[in-house]
């Protein structure tokens, strides 16, 4: 069975960093793209950060603005986002997710490329 858990999520003051972990167990991790995502209360979830198989790939959303970092370790099947800078709209829930990819240099974009998702890390900024 498939598992993918995230942790590190907390209350942090404006300005201030959080680092997110992601494992995943029940699948072969080195086969999966991995991808961040995020959903804020009242709004559409979103993409914040994804990595190919061999994590020679990134993707940052645009409004990021290089404060987010995303890395992954296949020997410990665990995905992390190093986050800085974090603003208030940067509150949300944040969920890993893992895509069955062929190449590993690919990344994939779309949350519906996705096979499996965590039940999510709360993050949550004061101004």
């Known amino acids: 069975q498939v598992q993918v858990v995230e942790s590190g999520g907390g209350l942090v003051q404006a300005g201030g960093s959080l680092t997110l972990s992601c494992t995943a167990s029940g699948l072969t991790f080195d086969d999966y793209a991995m991808g961040w995502f995020r959903q804020a209360p009242g709004k559409e979830r979103e993409r914040v950060s994804c990595?190919?198989?061999?994590?020679?790939?990134?993707y940052y959303a645009d409004f990021l603005k290089g404060r987010f970092t995303i890395s992954r370790d296949n020997a410990k099947n665990t995905l992390y986002l190093q986050m800085n800078s974090l603003k208030p709209e940067d509150t949300a829930m944040y969920f890993c997710?893992?895509?069955?990819?062929?190449?590993?240099?690919?990344?994939?974009?779309?949350?519906?490329?996705?096979?499996?998702w965590g039940q999510g890390t709360q993050v949550t900024v004061s101004s």
């Open positions: 997710a893992a895509g069955s990819v062929a190449l590993g240099w690919y990344v994939l974009l779309e949350s519906y490329e996705y096979n499996y």
């Open positions: 990595i190919s198989r061999s994590g020679i790939s990134t």
